[in-house]
């Protein structure tokens, strides 16, 4: 298995492992961003994908997106995405992907924040045997065919 850091040129490949996540969430009718758009986000310093490759086969990625945390003045990492392809699952290789997320923030002693379904135990489970803390949040969005109704 190998794992590195994904380019510009990987952005077919991460489109359509969004995509695989997206309909196993039964949410794929909400994916619109295009290869092209992920071209420009991968040429991004702040977008960092990280793809794994187990013989020779893309297996999956990890997402996460440097942010600023204005409480206390230094970078984050918000995780976006964990995504291992049916056939490599339960081999470990999201472990390591999170593992090798965490090697390219500890230089900066950076936190790795995220948030889950809170019905998603298997992800919960799998985040506590990491050492993450969880905590429950509600998560809102504003669309802005819903603002805009308000100004």
Known sequence: MSIRRAGPED??????????????????????VTVEQWRRFLGRDEVIVLIASQD?????YVSALRRPQLWTGDDFLALD?????EAFRSTGLGRELMLELARFALPERLTIG???QLENEGGQRFYARLGAKLRTKVNASWTADAYSQEL
């Open 11 to 32: 952005a077919g490949i991460i489109r359509t492992m969004i995509g695989e996540l997206a309909d196993h969430q039964n949410e794929g009718e909400f994916v619109t």
């Open 81 to 85: 995405d964990l995504y291992v392809r």
């Open 114 to 116: 995220w948030g889950m």
């Open 56 to 60: 020779g086969q893309v297996a999956g």
